[in-house]
């Protein structure tokens, strides 16, 4: 019996030494096909030069729609992988709305993120955002590789999917990302990690970069087009048109100022300035998207849970602490992009009925049940389903003390399901981004140069006509973004905007 033993201790001692766990073969075979170990650890920087498409997530014209193209030119991301460093130039011109070229500089320097604006002035981001950048790294096939290969790493669960041998890296440093290799060349097919959707209302999002078009290049077989997705959206599509390994990257460190600098929280504090409009009429402003908290008999209506929870649920704090023996039942979503709907879940929550334009009813329901681990909100500590009311042209909200006309603002060029509030006793009008007015300058600010064009508003046109077709008698606007002003402010846009 003990020899026996022995010898069945022996058999796997032998399996042990001899043969290579499959989650090791995946790295392997993966780091064979790429160029070999070697070659891939004396990768320290990779500058990677080309053009192709941005897609701005959250922002299409219905929740369904195709996601409005960015065209991104003059792209160079340089990455210094065991510094974990990286830098992200590139140009990027929207195909709708404010067309005009903008730069982004986008950088990681280890445990700090920072974004370098046109002036050349460094900020600090969140840590949220460092966290993402550092997981960008192994979104390319040799900072995957590189991560597995490290001494601390762990490769687990190795598996079939398809045409693909995954395998999960825990990374020395403790980052988790998935791995795919195509079973057939043995190529990375495509790394995936997860993060959190803040400023929007996904939660829980996967992160996917696609690899293609391998080529050749310093004795490394390197992807010449990397997709990116959020979630199901395709959020980047890069046509490689050089990668230079080695090269000369420039100073990819952060300056000393942005480096101890605190890093901002990934959802800014709070701030909520309560303006009076009218009576029982509160416009609900402090940062970037406002709120408007309408007061019926026995009842409450919010328009607009914006952003997040962090600006959501201080908003339906101010909502309760003005009024305090009144629900909120209905909370009015003017429409579906992510910035407007990204505190939808705290009005579910909340317990208030959703009113939006019949195209975002099935949108907003899957909002409610997506999971929220990473960053846990109050409706995945409590979850609850959407109540969902439509509108399709019109709604009335109406009592014995006021009366509340909501319309969809058809044929807009912003967004196919947008809504508008008219008050119209106040002869006022609540809109979303079809007219942010602009901010009124600086007591001291030098006058404007006398030829500067005027600032061009592509979505107004549409607005005033909409107004001005239902017969709504508007003497100001009262919008999320911006301030309360003359409603003839939008008309005079109108005139000098051109509509599309
Ligand atoms: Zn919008």
Request: proline share 7%; charged share 20%; hydrophobic share 40%.
């Amino acid at each position: 019996m003990r020899i026996r033993n022995w010898s069945v201790a022996a058999i796997f001692l032998f399996a042990g030494c001899t043969s290579t766990p499959p989650e090791k073969a995946v790295i392997n075979d993966a780091a064979t096909a790429l160029g070999g170990a070697d070659k891939i650890q004396a990768v320290n920087t990779l500058t990677i030069s080309g053009s192709g498409e941005n897609l701005n997530l959250g922002q299409n014209s219905s929740p369904d729609a195709p996601t409005p193209i960015l065209k991104v030119s003059e792209y160079q991301r340089s990455i210094d992988f065991a510094g974990k460093r990286s830098r992200l130039e590139q140009v990027r011109t929207a195909t709708v709305g404010n067309t005009a070229p903008a730069k982004q500089i986008l950088c990681l320097d280890g445990d700090a993120a920072f974004n370098v604006n046109a002036a050349g002035m460094a900020t600090r981001a969140s840590d949220q955002v460092a966290k993402d950048r550092r997981a960008e790294i192994y979104h390319h096939p040799i900072g995957a590789i590189r991560a597995a290969l490290a001494q601390g790493a762990i490769v687990a669960n190795p598996r079939k999917e398809g045409n693909a041998d995954v395998v999960d890296i825990t990374t020395a440093d403790g980052a988790k990302l998935t791995l795919y290799v195509d079973s057939q060349t043995k190529l990375p097919s495509k790394v995936t990690t997860m993060t959190d959707n803040i400023g929007g209302p996904l939660g829980d999002m996967l992160v996917e970069t696609s690899f293609a078009n391998y080529t050749d290049t310093a004795g490394l077989k390197l992807p010449t087009r990397l997709t990116t997705k959020n979630d199901k959206y395709t959020v980047a599509d890069i046509q490689v048109s050089a990668n230079v390994v080695n090269g000369n990257t420039g100073d990819l460190s952060a300056p000393a100022d942005v480096k101890s600098a605190q890093a901002p929280p990934a959802a800014a504090p709070a701030m909520i300035t309560v303006e009076e409009v009218g009576k029982g009429l509160w416009y609900l402003t402090g940062q970037s998207h406002h709120s408007v908290l309408v007061e019926f008999a026995d009842h409450l209506v919010l328009i607009e849970t914006p952003q997040h929870e962090v600006r959501s649920a201080a908003v339906v704090a101010k909502a309760k602490e003005l009024r305090p023996n009144k629900p909120i039942k209905y909370v009015i979503n003017t429409h579906h992009h992510f910035d407007h709907s990204g505190g939808i879940r705290t009005a579910i929550a909340e317990g208030a009925t959703i009113i939006t334009h019949e195209g975002n009813k099935a949108f907003i329901e899957a909002m409610a049940s997506r999971p929220h681990t990473m960053t846990p909100d109050a409706l995945s500590n409590s979850p609850k389903s959407a109540v969902v009311e439509t509108v399709s042209d019109k709604r009335v909200l109406k009592d014995s003390t006021r009366t509340v006309e909501i319309y969809h603002m058809a044929g807009s060029a912003h967004s196919a399901t947008m809504l508008m509030v008219y008050f119209p006793v106040e002869r006022l009008i609540g809109e979303a981004d079809v007219y942010n007015p602009p901010a009124l300058p600086a007591a001291n600010a030098p006058p404007p140069p006398v030829n500067a064009p005027p600032p061009v508003f592509p979505f107004v046109a549409n607005f005033v006509e909409n107004v001005h077709k239902l017969g709504l008698k508007v003497d100001r606007i009262m919008p999320i973004h911006g301030r309360i002003v003359p409603f003839k402010d939008a008309e005079a846009a109108a005139k000098t905007s051109s509509s599309d």
